[in-house]
């Protein structure tokens, strides 16, 4: 892919987790401006990005990536911050993956030029923008099909426009979430495709292993899927000299890795995979996963460090109005809460030399829109004002609660700022 | 409240659920654009507020307040779009109420000047924020306070900074979140206050008795309340002439309305109810408590007509991909998940003469960032393609989900577009 021509736009002085700032500034100054989150320069609650260990993270993946031979196009679901692309594709990313045609389009509109949007393409709205977009013959675009009724509409929408779009037949899994199931939805969708050879091309295959929580299900589903790509080879309806296939999530890249690499399907193959947590990582549900993954895959215990969880919230404790309960200002709105609550790392009392760890008899236990309750022993060394980092379980759904994050060295001096487009 | 200045800003072309439009227009020209929902011109998932109920709800709590002579400072956190307030300013609106500072600032640059922050300020990035803002005189602001610590820190940074801080004496409840629970901790508070009397007022007292949720323990922490009122403004503690009384969330309004409104705390006194979340009402934690609210409010009952649903989620179906599984592409990152999910309301095949009620044997069953499952008959008459209206449980926790969000007439017809400022 050709450098993304990215532009960062002014500071967004209407949000939240910032410092002072004169107007009009430019987001990427912001690391000029001397901020400190220990030193309280920046309102409280703030999402902040560690700088060191999304560069490690990166560089984990890459090389990843490197010893498989494979593609990476990370999700940029997770953080839809063109500033953050930008770096996976200086560190290799051969594209974005995305997940809906307004996605497509702020990646665009920033200078993302090579998409796959692992998801269907539906609804006229929606088509318009896609096909808006590829008016740039720049920008190389597929996504995925799993119905023939969607598959005539795409048909009928494209060769309306005069265009061309390039499709993925997307296999899924009983009791799953989109993808064909078996044969016969796969050979209606591809009979639909044939009807369209003015306006499809079908360009390979994708799935989301992520609905399988079973290794040994994920490796017979992929191995299936190997199998019915080469049927499609075979059977020579693949419209490009090279087939696309897709897979992989955040927690099993590593097999869908194992799985696709260097297979032989018949035809030049490129192998591309889409995990978009490890950029940040967590402490959470992909540090559950990283675990599997140091402990089985071979490349992965060769690269020896782990990916590093980068993403934090800090907060003040707001209240502390009984024994064992201390009222944080974060909230709902400010971190995900939908596969484990956040958990507190570091206490820092403004003026103190350095943060210390969180004591793990610190936990949250429920949480409001704009609030945290945290229980604590009866003796905890805690005052209203401290403030408490944060780490999270699921960055996707921490991420879009911020139209804007820091980027912060290792003393929590802001180096940056990155802005969302949700 | 002097009329709200409210400067539209661009429509963002860069976020969701909108249609095509030309670069730079405003976003109040929206609604000359044509778009219309049902026409497919615009991109879902999109997030729409119904005319026509938002302002039946807006009436209805006018004539809610001017009945009980008290004061409205709706909540502004829900719905975070100044375009809103300034429609709830219209209809009578004393002020708004909102969580945090950076809301604060929001709001003000969008032209609020009386502003309630239902909260405590805490950490010097807040304090810096509204210190900010004050040095506007035409600007009217009041927090809570709930601890000793966090009044000598704010007396002591407004005292720095040569302002005045007005603050409400928090009560809370044993078991709840914020607030003083005992008469100690009010009384260590009270004499914190009396320390800083050059840079700390004492205005008023503040409940949020939403953390309780039976009606007979509501109504004796209130009387409570106005005792200990009554008591502060005997002992001369309040700064000014008149005394804030402020309380109600969104499900109790009612019950606060009864027991605060003409009350005598020997001095004149400013009932104010922050409700938030009757602009749009829910079909879900919010349809309850108006349930009760109807049965139990005479004045409701005077009134009548009972608050209405105004904010939904249109929906593509996606994928088919079983008998009795729809995947809608709707997510996480759509809707409210926290408080019931989504509800399909109407469904509406693209060519149709108007969309029909769903059937109630349409239900999400759960939802994923960007996916919805719902669960249908297995001879559902529905198509990839069709359009579902879902009505939403928890107002708050979808607005933050959208950077805009579209009015539409009864007919879904675009009448124009709201930002928000998370």
Known sequence: MPEIKFQPGPLDLETKGIGAAPAGMAIDAVGQLGWSVLAEDVSLPVAVLRDARIEHNLQWMQTFIERYGVSLAPHGKTTMSPALFRRQIEHGAWGITLATAPQVN????????????????????????????????????????????????????????????????????AGGRTGVRDEAQELAVREEIARWPQSLSLVGVEVYEGVLKEEAAIRTFLRKVVARTTTIAAAGEFAEPRVLLSGAGSAWFDVVAEEFAGQDVGMPLDVVLRPGCYLTHDVGIYREAETRIQAENPVAREIGRSLLPALQVWANVQSLPEPGRAIIALGKRDAAFDAGLPIPSLHYRPGDAAPVAAP????????????????????????????????????????????????????????????TFF
């Open 106 to 173: 702020a990646a665009y509109r920033h200078g993302v030029r090579r998409v796959l949007m692992a998801n269907q393409l539906v609804g006229r709205g929606n088509m318009a923008i896609i096909a808006d977009l590829q008016r740039d013959d720049t920008f190389s675009f597929c996504c995925c099909v799993d119905s023939a009724d969607n598959v005539d509409a795409l048909g009928r929408f494209f060769a309306e426009r005069g265009q061309r779009l390039r499709v993925l037949l997307e296999y899924g899994v």
């Open 360 to 419: 793990e008899t610190w936990a949250v236990t429920a949480m409001m829109d704009q609030h945290a309750f945290m229980s604590i022993p009866h003796d905890a060394p805690l005052r209203v004002g401290d403030m408490i980092a944060f780490d999270i379980s699921h960055p996707c759904l921490t991420f879009d609660k911020w139209r804007q994050l820091l980027t912060v060295d290792e003393a929590y001096r802001v180096t940056g700022a990155v802005a």
